[in-house]
């Protein structure tokens, strides 16, 4: 892994990030499409909104800024009780292997023991590759829950999962 930025820190949402974050929540929704076999262009009108939705109830959000005042990454956390489950971590690609997503993971592994928790729960897509080592590398590799739903109209599936004895096709 690279050196982490000189000049990047985590810190909690700041309303002045209501321009700088839509960008990133709508890169992060085209990777998440990618991973289904999805292409999308970028939205920003309805990041805004997902982020507003974020704020509007309440759900922690971590933001990574460089040393120039630039929104890089983030984290949205989504706490239930007092399970904290980190909803979604992004970095701009021209800011990965720095350890910037690290950074923002142990402010957000810090919520969840300010919470008492030892853990934080994720939500991954089975596809997401570069999520699953990341979290494997922290630790995390117990298998917690399966989503299940129906196939959507004219999805293409990339491939079938066993678990246990049942098999899934993602």
């Not at 085209?30 to 076999?37: H, T, V």
């Not at 040393?67 to 701009?92: I, M, N």
């Not at 917690?144 to 004895?165: A, D």
Request: aromatic share 8%; charged share 25%.
């Amino acid at each position: 892994m690279a050196l982490i930025e000189p000049h990047v820190k985590v810190r909690a949402y700041k309303t002045e990030d209501c321009d700088a974050l839509p960008p990133l929540v709508a890169a992060f929704r085209i990777e998440l499409a990618s991973f289904r076999g999805r292409q999308c262009g970028a939205d920003h009108p309805a990041a805004a909104r997902e982020l507003q939705e974020y704020l509007d109830k309440s759900f922690p959000v971590l933001v990574a800024e460089s040393d120039a005042a630039l929104a890089v990454g983030y984290l949205v956390c989504r706490v239930d009780d007092d399970t904290v489950w980190a909803e979604s971590l992004f970095v701009s690609p021209a800011h990965r292997r720095q350890g910037i997503a690290g950074m923002l993971y142990e402010a957000a592994e810090q919520l969840a023991r300010d919470h008492g928790q030892p853990t934080l729960y994720n939500w991954i897509h089975p596809n997401n590759h570069r999520i699953i080592e990341f979290l494997r590398a922290r630790g995390y590799d117990v298998l917690n829950l399966i989503e299940v739903r129906r196939p959507l109209p004219g999805e293409e599936f990339q491939s079938n999962l066993r678990i246990g004895e049942h098999d899934y096709r993602h």
